[in-house]
């Protein structure tokens, strides 16, 4: 009498046992688990792309540096000159103390442009 019990009662504990461990399984299988699971990893996997393109172009600036002060030793460069101004130009040939233009104001003189639209068509 023991003895069937005792198998009914590892029998029992077995079942339960299976029955929790398919429980989870399907549980795990639903589309909204997979779609949560896919989600994490993608999410899991951009960080760790983000880290290792951040440490690369962290080496590479570094590098960068290196090599100009390399270049800038050999060529002998070792203070930065200012660049010159910017030249300006005037857009429209014709000014106000100009009186030739005062009455007749013209943009630009002597071209061989035409402003024909229908020229190129």
């Known amino acids: 009498m023991f003895r069937r019990t005792f198998w009914f009662t590892t029998g029992v ?8 461990k398919v429980n989870r399984k399907l ?28 440490g690369f172009a962290l080496d590479v600036r570094d590098n960068m540096a290196q090599r100009e002060a390399e270049l800038e030793e050999a060529l002998g460069i070792h203070d930065s000159p200012e660049l010159p101004a910017p030249r300006r130009y005037t857009a429209i040939e014709n000014s106000r103390s100009n009186p ?6 013209k943009y630009i003189e002597n071209t061989t442009y ?5 020229e190129d068509h």
């Open 13 to 20: 504990a077995a079942g339960v046992w299976a029955t929790t």
């Open 27 to 54: 549980k795990q299988l639903t589309p909204e688990s997979l779609a949560a699971t896919a989600a994490n990893k993608a999410l899991e996997t951009g960080q760790r792309l983000k880290d290792r393109a951040v």
């Open 100 to 105: 030739k233009y005062i009455e007749n104001p």
């Open 114 to 118: 035409s402003h024909n639209r229908n």
